[in-house]
């Protein structure tokens, strides 16, 4: 059975699609369209602009799920939506034009997603997990498995360059006016120096572009699939983008949508390679949203749905977080839904092991209400009430296969030329 999870981050969106059954689960293809809601903002409100932009961008993904023959989506946001304002208006315009629910995720959820994503490399001497977003940086020390010893600060590289950097990149001066908030910010939390970690696992989508940055100016590729930082070349790659005519260029070259981001991405890993003192740098190319359809999938995270085949809403929900709130989301039914929208049943996903101990699964889910607070049409009312006569649409649950990801080839631009479905 295939599933996909869709990733509303600040300055892109993202998607993988997984062929799942009891054995494994196997990323089969992964797209990526650059997005930055943050340039939509009025105020602290994203703009009925950037809405339609957002609307307009996961009809797309949605289309290509479908042509995959997926059966379940989940849509996810991490701080791209949480810190704005009117975050539930928002997703109710998302749910009510593409039919897709939106799970919010707190800092440290997203932290521990990264965290399940890349077990693998826990076997590594003292390993840490650094990914870098827009609006947050999550930092995991992968020797150590409880979700409340993940670190998420709630400033990202966005927040960097609107506080610092005058133009598109950094200068030397803006470079130690960075360095010096980063100190003071690791400082306040306590952040681990020298001999505490060796490894540094670099996650997300803006750390790899890092990377093919680095490469391209250190002249290196990865062997055998590995990709590796050598500290000293890092060092010169950052003073290059400092000072250097041909700077842009070299990003446009090598990561043109993060134009904007690579400049303060690569001071604050700098920072981080010299405080941990690392003897070894490595990039992964998994993340949040392989790790949260892991944890979904094994009935250990909460996540709502949406089901290609009966065209309904099913799972559990998240509460959507208060307006303006710093406080992490918390788990259970959306209790602060906006009053316009229809409270959605939530039993759609059984833990590992339910159907093999007998255990009735239910589905229970129900369409999105009409706009505008009117009742459901008669069409997701018969689907509702179908479905509690007798249909089901309880989740597959496939079993972590642990050890290294295998690498599998993706066709990042190529769908199957598959009908899509009539409605």
Known sequence: ??????????????????????RKTEIIFKDRVSLSLLHYLEGKRLSERGTEKLIDALKEMKDKCERFGVRYCYLISTAALRVIENCEEVARAVTERTGLPVNFTDGK??????????????????AVLLDLGGKSLEICDLTKGNKEDMMCFDFGLLDLHRKF???????????????????????????????????AVMVGATNRAVYDVYADYADVSGEDGVKTIEYKKFKKLVSHLLVDAERSTLI???????????GPATIVLKNLFKRFGLRHIVVSDRGVKEGYLQLVLEGKESGMYYDFE?????????????????????????????????????????????EKNGEEAVNGTEEIAATDGKKADEKAGASAEGQADGGSAAVAVPVKRRGRPRKQPVAENILPQAEEKKE
């Not at 998240?318 to 989301?329: F, I, N, W, Y």
């Open 165 to 199: 950097i005058k133009k598109i990149q950094p200068n030397e001066k803006e470079a130690k006016d960075i360095k010096k908030f980063l100190t003071e910010k690791f400082d306040d939390a306590d952040l681990p120096k020298k001999e505490v970690f060796a490894t």
């Open 1 to 22: 059975m295939k599933y996909s999870v869709i990733d509303i981050s600040s300055s892109s969106l993202s998607l993988i699609v997984a062929e799942a059954d009891e």
């Open 310 to 354: 009966n065209h309904t809403v099913g799972g559990t929900a998240r509460a959507l977080p208060a307006a303006g709130s710093k406080k992490a989301v918390r788990k259970g039914r959306v209790k602060n839904a906006p009053a316009k929208a229809k409270d959605i049943a939530d039993k759609g996903v059984p833990a590992r092991g339910a």
């Open 252 to 262: 446009l070259n090598n990561a043109p949508e993060k134009l904007y981001l690579i």
């Open 109 to 126: 959820t997203e932290a521990y997603c990264d965290y399940i994503a890349n077990l693998y490399y826990a076997s590594f001497e003292k």
